[in-house]
C-alpha cells in the first residue's frame, strides 16, 4: 500500500505563484496514476488534475485549465501541481490521490488512496 504526503502549501498573494509536490512511501509513486483534488471550505471536494504513470496522459478542471500545471518526475518519485496566477478562491486544501490504473480519471471514487491534504490560502 502507498501512503501519499503533500508538500508547498502555503500562503500567499494573488496573482502569485506556488507548486505542490505529492511523495510516496511505501510504493513508487511512479506506478500510480495520481490526482490532485481540492475542497474548500463549506464546499465539496474538487477534481483539478491528473496524471498518468508515464506523464504522457493528463487531465485537467476545464476552470483550471492554463493555470495549473501538472508534471511528474518518476526518477524522484514526485509528482508536482504548479500553480500560477493564483486567485482567492484557489484557496482550498489541496489533496493528492493515486490510483493503480494507466488513465488519468477525474473521479473520486477512482482514488483508493489519498494525502492528508496541506492548505493553500491566497490572499487579496
Known amino acids: 500500500q502507498v501512503q501519499l504526503v503533500e508538500s508547498g502549501g502555503g500562503l500567499v498573494q494573488a496573482g502569485e505563484s506556488l507548486r505542490l509536490s505529492c511523495a510516496a512511501s511505501g510504493r513508487p509513486i511512479s506506478t500510480y496514476t495520481t490526482a490532485w483534488f481540492r475542497q474548500a471550505p463549506g464546499k465539496e471536494r474538487e477534481f483539478v488534475s491528473a496524471i498518468t504513470r508515464s506523464g504522457i496522459g493528463t487531465r485537467y478542471a476545464d476552470s483550471l485549465r492554463g493555470r495549473f500545471t501538472i508534471s511528474r518526475d518518476n526518477a524522484k518519485e514526485i509528482v508536482y501541481l504548479q500553480m500560477n496566477n493564483l486567485k482567492v478562491e484557489d484557496s482550498a486544501v489541496y489533496y493528492c490521490?493515486?490510483?493503480?490504473?494507466?488513465?488519468?480519471?477525474?473521479?473520486?471514487?477512482?482514488?483508493?488512496?489519498w494525502g492528508q491534504g496541506i492548505q493553500v490560502t491566497v490572499s487579496s
Open positions: 490521490a493515486a490510483a493503480s490504473v494507466n488513465y488519468a480519471g477525474f473521479l473520486q471514487s477512482q482514488y483508493p488512496y
